[in-house]
Every structure is written in structure tokens, then in C-alpha cells.
């Protein structure tokens, strides 16, 4: 059974930084992509990025692109979301999910090509 746990959120101010996990269980984790989403209340779930299997590479969306960033320790079984610069308009629930692929050539920012998903951690950012 996969499990996804994130942690790390919280409330912080505008301009701060928080630095979200997520470790995975019940998968070969290096065998798979990995991707972090954002939902805020009264929204569809977002996708933030992605890194590939290898952390060789990463995939941001326009609106977090070079303020966060994606990282992995396959030897803990564990993702990263860095992120600076917060912003009023980063408040939502972060979530961590697992490609639904193996060995996936490309990141992708569907929600539905990832099939297990983190309980989320809210991240709260104050003006």
C-alpha cells in the first residue's frame, strides 16, 4: 500500500520561506516521478512542479517558477518543496502524489496521471 505524508506547513509571512516533505512508503520511489499540487479554498487543485525519478530534472508552473523548488533523496524515500519569496496568493493546501507510471520519460502536469496522493499540509501565508 503507497503512502504519501507531507509535512512542513504552516503560517508564515509575505516574503518568507517553508520547506515541505513528503515520504513516501510502499513503492519503489526511485522508479517514480513525483509532483506537488496546491489547492485553495473555492479552487480547482493546481499543479506547483514536478521532478523526475533521477531528480535530474524538474517542471514549474509560471506562477511558482523561481521562487520553489523540487527535490528528492531517494534514499529517504522523500520529496521537497522549497519555497521562498511567499506570497498572500501561495495560502492553499499543498499535496504530494506519485506518477502512476514507472520509469515515466516525461513530467507531466495532469493530476490524473498520479494515482496516489499525501493527505496535504496547509501552508498559510499573511500580508
Known amino acids: 500500500q503507497v503512502q504519501l505524508v507531507e509535512s512542513g506547513g504552516g503560517l508564515v509571512q509575505a516574503g518568507g520561506s517553508l520547506r515541505l516533505s513528503c515520504a513516501a512508503s510502499?513503492?519503489?520511489?526511485?522508479?517514480?516521478?513525483m509532483a506537488w499540487f496546491r489547492q485553495a479554498p473555492g479552487k480547482e487543485r493546481e499543479f506547483v512542479g514536478a521532478?523526475?525519478?533521477?531528480?535530474?530534472?524538474?517542471y514549474y508552473a509560471d506562477s511558482v517558477k523561481g521562487r520553489f523548488t523540487i527535490s528528492r533523496d531517494n534514499a529517504k524515500n522523500t520529496v521537497y518543496l522549497q519555497m521562498i519569496s511567499l506570497k498572500p496568493e501561495d495560502t492553499a493546501v499543498y499535496y504530494c502524489?506519485?506518477?502512476?507510471?514507472?520509469?515515466?520519460?516525461?513530467?507531466?502536469?495532469?493530476?490524473?496521471?498520479?494515482?496516489?496522493w499525501g493527505q496535504g499540509t496547509q501552508v498559510t501565508v499573511s500580508s
Open positions: 502524489a506519485i506518477d502512476g507510471n514507472v520509469w515515466r520519460s516525461t513530467l507531466v502536469a495532469a493530476p490524473r496521471e498520479y494515482d496516489y
Open positions: 510502499g513503492r519503489t520511489f526511485s522508479r517514480y516521478n
Open positions: 521532478i523526475s525519478w533521477s531528480g535530474g530534472r524538474t
